[in-house]
């Protein structure tokens, strides 16, 4: 539910970013920055499983270690962004969704299962 959770949410605000730059013209600088981000940000789902398929794991991991703040979720998001991005050869764009996906990620885990914060179990 999380993933799914970042992920439209990553794409909702990617929309509304496409929205604003349009708004101000993606021949203007500014308006062409935030539109071009807006779709960074819309695709990103098409290539988010390539962060989720090692970082659900890992977060399920740092939980159960008590390590799952949001901190480590920004460092590990921009990792992985950072890792599909050398891949894709963008990586400074990439590290930056993957953040804003791991700490979108971070916040729904944190708002639908609240308990799974507790910190390492006996």
Same mark, same amino acid.
């Given at each position: 539910?999380?993933?799914? %959770?970042?992920?439209?949410?990553?794409?909702?605000?990617?929309?509304?970013?496409?929205?604003?730059?349009?708004?101000?013209?993606?021949?203007?600088?500014?308006?062409?920055?935030?539109?071009?981000?807006?779709?960074? *940000?819309?695709?990103?789902?098409?290539?988010?499983?390539?962060?989720? %398929?090692?970082?659900?794991?890992?977060?399920?991991?740092?939980?159960?270690?008590?390590?799952?703040?949001?901190?480590?979720?920004?460092?590990?998001?921009? *990792?992985?962004?950072?890792? %599909?991005?050398?891949?894709?050869?963008?990586?400074?764009?990439?590290?930056?969704?993957?953040?804003?996906?791991?700490?979108?990620?971070?916040?729904?885990?944190? *708002?639908?299962?609240?308990?799974?914060?507790?910190?390492?179990?006996?």
């Amino acid at each position: 539910m999380a993933v799914a %959770v970042s992920a439209i949410g990553c794409t909702v605000v990617g929309v509304l970013a496409m929205f604003l730059g349009s708004l101000f013209g993606q021949s203007s600088g500014f308006g062409g920055v935030i539109y071009f981000a807006g779709l960074i *940000l819309t695709y990103a789902f098409l290539y988010s499983w390539m962060g989720f %398929v090692p970082g659900v794991p890992l977060a399920v991991l740092a939980l159960h270690k008590g390590l799952a703040g949001w901190a480590m979720a920004l460092l590990g998001g921009g *990792l992985s962004g950072a890792g %599909v991005g050398a891949f894709l050869g963008v990586p400074i764009p990439a590290a930056l969704v993957g953040a804003l996906m791991a700490g979108l990620y971070w916040l729904a885990l944190r *708002l639908l299962a609240p308990r799974a914060f507790v910190g390492p179990t006996a």
